[in-house]
Antibody
Framework: QITLKESGPTLVKPTQTLTLTCTFS??????????VGWIRQPPGKALEWLAL???????RYSPSLKSRLTITKDTSKNQVVLTMTNMDPVDTATYYC??????????WGQGTLVTVSS | QSALTQPASVSGSPGQSITISCTGT?????????VSWYQQHPGKAPKLMIY???KRPSGVSNRFSGSKSGNTASLTISGLQAEDEADYYC????????????FGGGTKLTVL
C-alpha cells in the first residue's frame, strides 16, 4: 500500500522560504519510472502542478515558478523535499505530494495548508 | 501555458449518466494520450480516477470512463450515485518545447 504524508510549517512570513517534506512508503524512488510530484491548491481554487522528481534525479518544474522552486530526494529516507523561496500571500494553499508512476498522480498525501501572512 | 477548460458545474439524478468535458489545445490534450482525471470530495485529497485518457486504476468503479477526441477529453460517470458528488479535475501533459503539466479549472458535480 502506497502512502504519502506532507510535513512543514503551517505559517510563513512574506519573503521567507518554505520547506516542505513528503515522506512516503510502499514504493521506492530508486525504481525505474517512478516519480513524486508536488501540487498545490489555494483555498476554493483549482489544482496547480509545481514540480516532479524522478528515480534518476531528473527534476521538472512549473515554468512560471521555476526560479523559486527546488525539489530534492533522499532515497534512503523515502523523502522528497520541496523548497519555495520568496513566499507571498498568494502562495497560501494546501500543498500536496503524490506518487507519479507516469505523467499522472496517485495516490496523494493528505495535504498540508500553508498560510503566508505577516 | 493556460489551464484546461472545464464546465464550472454539471448535475444529474441518481442512475443517470453525465459527461464532463476538458478542452485543451493541440499542445496538450490534442498531442498526448496523457490525460488524467481526479475526484476531490470537500476537505479531502484528490483521488486518481482515470489515467492515460481511458485507463482505470485498480479499485476505481467501472462506472467511470474516459475518452478523447481532438483537443477535448471527457469523463463519463454512468449510474450516478450520491457518493459521486464531488469536484473533478482533468490534467494533461503539455510538453512540446518545455516540460509542463496542466490542470483544468475543476467541475463541481451535483447529484440531484
Amino acid at each position: 500500500q502506497i502512502t504519502l504524508k506532507e510535513s512543514g510549517p503551517t505559517l510563513v512570513k512574506p519573503t521567507q522560504t518554505l520547506t516542505l517534506t513528503c515522506t512516503f512508503s510502499g514504493f521506492s524512488l530508486s525504481t525505474s519510472g517512478v516519480g513524486v510530484g508536488w501540487i498545490r491548491q489555494p483555498p476554493g481554487k483549482a489544482l496547480e502542478w509545481l514540480a516532479l522528481i524522478y528515480w534518476d534525479d531528473d527534476k521538472r518544474y512549473s515554468p512560471s515558478l521555476k526560479s523559486r522552486l527546488t525539489i530534492t530526494k533522499d532515497t534512503s529516507k523515502n523523502q522528497v523535499v520541496l523548497t519555495m523561496t520568496n513566499m507571498d500571500p498568494v502562495d497560501t494553499a494546501t500543498y500536496y505530494c503524490a506518487h507519479s508512476p507516469g505523467l499522472w498522480f496517485g495516490p496523494w498525501g493528505q495535504g498540508t495548508l500553508v498560510t503566508v501572512s505577516s | 501555458q493556460s489551464a484546461l477548460t472545464q464546465p464550472a458545474s454539471v448535475s444529474g439524478s441518481p442512475g443517470q449518466s453525465i459527461t464532463i468535458s476538458c478542452t485543451g489545445t493541440s499542445s496538450d490534450v490534442g498531442s498526448y494520450n496523457l490525460v488524467s482525471w481526479y475526484q476531490q470530495h470537500p476537505g479531502k485529497a484528490p483521488k486518481l480516477m482515470i489515467y492515460e485518457v481511458s485507463k482505470r486504476p485498480s479499485g476505481v468503479s467501472n462506472r467511470f470512463s474516459g475518452s478523447k477526441s481532438g483537443n477535448t477529453a471527457s469523463l463519463t460517470i454512468s449510474g450516478l450515485q450520491a457518493e459521486d458528488e464531488a469536484d473533478y479535475y482533468c490534467c494533461s501533459y503539455a510538453g512540446s518545447s518545455t516540460f509542463y503539466v496542466v490542470f483544468g479549472g475543476g467541475t463541481k458535480l451535483t447529484v440531484l
